[in-house]
């Protein structure tokens, strides 16, 4: 099992930024895949942005350029670093261990 705990959320206004952290805990491999999705209103949950243990990482069109992913192996996090938010990045944010756990969610709101 593992646990995922995300933090950072909140509401921002458009053109600013915001820092999404993820811990986890419980039975971690060292080489494992992590990653970010979001919910946003009125539409599936979507990728946003994954990286593994070795620095690979995989992002949405949608954000490139703007958003950047990274962590910290030794301490089992993950981040994300958003910037030049737009209204249409408000959605609900989870975190992913290996395709298959997930944490709780953080809600992010960009006002226009």
């Known amino acids: 099992q593992v646990q995922l705990v995300e933090s950072g959320g909140g509401l921002v206004q458009a053109g600013g930024s915001l820092r999404l952290s993820c811990a986890a805990s419980?039975?971690?491999?060292?080489?494992?895949?992590m990653g970010w999705y979001r919910q946003c209103p009125g539409k599936q949950r979507e990728l946003v942005a994954t990286?593994?243990?070795?620095?690979?990482?995989n992002y949405a069109d949608s954000i490139k350029g703007r958003f950047t992913i990274t962590r910290d192996n030794a301490k089992n996090m993950v981040y994300l670093q958003m910037n030049s938010l737009e209204p249409e990045d408000t959605g609900v944010y989870y975190c992913n261990y290996g395709g298959r756990y997930w944490g709780q969610g953080t809600q992010v709101t960009v006002s226009s």
């Open positions: 990286m593994t243990t070795r620095g690979s990482t």
């Open positions: 419980g039975s971690i491999f060292r080489f494992n895949i």
